[in-house]
């Protein structure tokens, strides 16, 4: 049973794990991918190159939103408030893809590992796959922030 399955507090695990036997555990359980598992992407993903693509759009979006909304502000200053609050609206829209295309995956997919009907291991090579993907995610957010950015102070004044 591990730390946390046994006290089911993320404080106490945060703080446990910045103890020098915690920093031990850390360091040791911290390992570079082997060949193996990098061949064992090639398997079957476990998730849908669509949920992927909808993972990584929604991580861009929740990685970009807050920037970019200030720099519309700066934009156009006579709307800066206006274009700052739009931040919601993007994070917002992607908050909502997330729960209804990502988490009901996701979900379903762990269910499927519970009643036995998927493998432990398509289970895992789909979470790298989804990490992956939020990586991704991530990095089209420094690509579009400028555009995004546009995109807001068009709407700030639209309004």
């Given at each position: 049973?591990?730390?946390?399955?046994?006290?089911?507090?993320?404080?106490?695990l945060?703080?446990?794990?910045?103890?020098?036997?915690?920093?031990?555990?850390?360091?040791?359980?911290?390992?570079?991918?082997s060949?193996?598992?990098?061949?064992?992407?090639?398997?079957?993903?476990?998730v849908?190159?669509?949920?992927?693509?909808?993972?990584?759009?929604?991580?861009?979006?929740?990685?970009?939103?807050?920037?970019?909304?200030?720099?519309?502000?700066?934009?156009v200053?006579?709307?800066?408030?206006t274009?700052?609050?739009m931040t919601?609206?993007?994070?917002?829209?992607?908050?909502?893809?997330?729960?209804?295309?990502?988490?009901p995956?996701?979900?379903?997919?762990?269910?499927?590992?519970?009643?036995?009907?998927?493998?432990?291991?398509?289970?895992?090579?789909?979470?790298?796959?989804?990490?992956?993907?939020?990586?991704?995610?991530?990095?089209?957010?420094?690509?579009?922030?400028?555009?995004?950015?546009?995109?807001?102070?068009?709407?700030?004044?639209?309004?």
């Amino acid at each position: 049973m591990t730390f946390f399955q046994a006290r089911r507090s993320t404080a106490r695990l945060i703080l446990a794990s910045m103890t020098p036997a915690g920093l031990a555990t850390l360091r040791d359980s911290i390992a570079i991918p082997s060949g193996e598992t990098l061949r064992g992407l090639s398997k079957p993903r476990g998730v849908s190159w669509s949920v992927l693509i909808a993972n990584s759009a929604a991580q861009g979006l929740l990685a970009v939103g807050v920037l970019a909304s200030l720099y519309a502000g700066y934009l156009v200053p006579e709307f800066r408030v206006t274009a700052s609050q739009m931040t919601a609206i993007v994070n917002g829209f992607a908050t909502i893809l997330l729960f209804a295309l990502i988490d009901p995956q996701i979900s379903a997919l762990t269910d499927d590992v519970l009643d036995g009907s998927v493998s432990e291991a398509t289970f895992r090579r789909a979470m790298v796959w989804v990490s992956l993907s939020r990586l991704v995610g991530t990095l089209i957010a420094q690509a579009i922030l400028v555009l995004a950015a546009v995109a807001i102070a068009w709407a700030a004044g639209w309004l």
